[in-house]
């Protein structure tokens, strides 16, 4: 019997030790994620692009994960229509992303990466489609895709590379975008990505008709 009741009593002291050790385990893997968020909030720029690759790739596997809250929005302005997603982490916005087309032919998919309200990265891929043989019943086409990466180092446009390729949809080798090499751009501006940033940022806890 006291055998039987010093098993009983081991049994329980180990699957107290257990469920303590998960929820120990389960805080510090919170805290862990606490404190990374802290880290690279209190970072008020980045110093290269080396710093800014690994912020920015932490950023996408968390959306993977799904470790990040989300709210989205749909807007229609004359010819535009485009959808926004924010990104947010202890009510901080991390990245947004604003996908639209306009008339027609034209489409475009804008992902800022955001530390302390400002940018850090942004990649906008563009792409123009058009008509490209083929027949009436079976018309082929051309998609002409240009992709752009901003990179802010010291909260200033520090580095913009740029890639450009087509697609045809009566080839059946697809180029591969990974395999296309950037080049640098040194003319390049991001006026019209920042404004449109502004713009997103002012409407993040709205429902507008139309962004302007």
């Excluded at 998960?22 to 994620?33: I, L, W």
């Excluded at 639209?100 to 990649?123: L, R």
């Amino acid at each position: 019997m006291r055998n039987t009741l010093l098993l009983l009593s081991l049994i329980l002291v180990f699957s107290c030790e257990k469920k303590s050790s998960v929820k120990t385990n389960s805080a510090s893997r919170n805290e862990a994620d606490k404190i990374s968020y802290v880290s690279d909030s209190a970072k008020i720029s980045f110093q290269n692009t080396d710093e800014i690759k690994a912020a920015y790739t932490k950023i996408n596997q968390q959306i993977n994960a799904k470790k990040l809250d989300s709210t989205s929005l749909n807007y229609e302005c004359n010819e535009r229509s485009g959808t926004v997603v924010y990104y947010s982490q202890n009510g901080k916005i991390r990245a947004i992303r604003h996908s639209f087309s306009e008339y027609s032919h034209y489409s475009a998919v804008e992902n800022y990466f955001v530390n302390n309200d400002q940018p850090f990265f942004i990649f906008q891929q563009e792409t123009v489609w058009n008509f490209d043989g083929g027949t009436a019943e079976q018309p082929e086409t051309k998609d002409e895709i240009t992709e752009k990466r901003l990179y802010y180092i010291n909260s200033k446009l520090g580095k913009c590379l740029e890639k450009k390729y087509t697609v045809r949809s009566a080839e059946k080798g697809k180029p591969n975008p990974e395999n296309i090499k950037n080049h640098e751009n040194r003319n390049c501006s991001d006026k019209e990505l920042m404004k449109t940033f502004s713009n997103l940022m002012s409407h993040k806890n709205k429902k507008p008709d139309c962004l302007q």
